[in-house]
């Protein structure tokens, strides 16, 4: 299943599509009720952007100065700037470093998520993540993460971080996320 699952991942990237089946509205509006103050009026940069659609809606939620989304896939990027973001096409390996740094349903993805994450966190001040937890989200490529492994995973980063962890679960119309301000 995975195999398929990443086959057709890698061709609709390849054709620009993200996909954004999974109604994130009532996430975003989670977000909206509890994030920090201090998460709000920052300079944002979303690791792993897709197609922007997710991007532009936290920037305006935290009332965002400057965005910059990076992702890896070109047909993604291209998306996003039409969009009217401003993105960076970035390798798997490049170091990010910034203001308030999210990752949004992009941990799944990762093949060694404690590694990945720790790489990234570290070089930001403050850092959104949120995954999504319910293993029934068949349209969604990667590694699915139940929620109490992903929290451990989260507040381990967060200690090698040297920084504290506030979860918040947020759940959807069709499956759950989880909230992860890290500060």
Request: with cysteine.
């Amino acid at each position: 299943m995975e195999y398929i699952t990443k086959l057709i991942e890698k061709i609709a990237y390849k054709r620009g599509v993200n996909f954004n089946y999974y109604n994130t509205d009532a996430v975003i509006s989670k977000l909206r009720e509890s994030a920090p103050k201090s998460f709000f009026g920052r300079k944002i940069s979303d690791i792993g952007c897709g197609d922007g659609v997710n991007t532009i809606k936290i920037a305006k939620v935290l009332k965002a100065i400057d965005v910059c989304g990076y992702d890896i896939s070109m047909s993604l990027v291209d998306k996003a700037k039409d969009r009217g973001l401003k993105v960076v096409v970035v390798n798997r390996d490049e170091k990010i470093t910034g203001d308030l740094g999210v990752l949004w349903g992009v941990v799944h993805h990762f093949a060694d998520p404690v590694e990945d994450m720790v790489k990234i966190v570290k070089n930001f001040k403050s850092f959104l993540i949120r995954e999504p937890t319910d293993r029934w989200r068949i349209l969604e490529a990667g590694k699915r993460i139940p929620e109490p492994k992903m929290t451990n995973m989260v507040e381990l980063v967060a200690k090698k971080c040297g920084k504290k962890v506030v979860k918040v679960l947020a759940n959807e119309n069709q499956g759950k996320s989880v909230l992860y301000f890290i500060g």
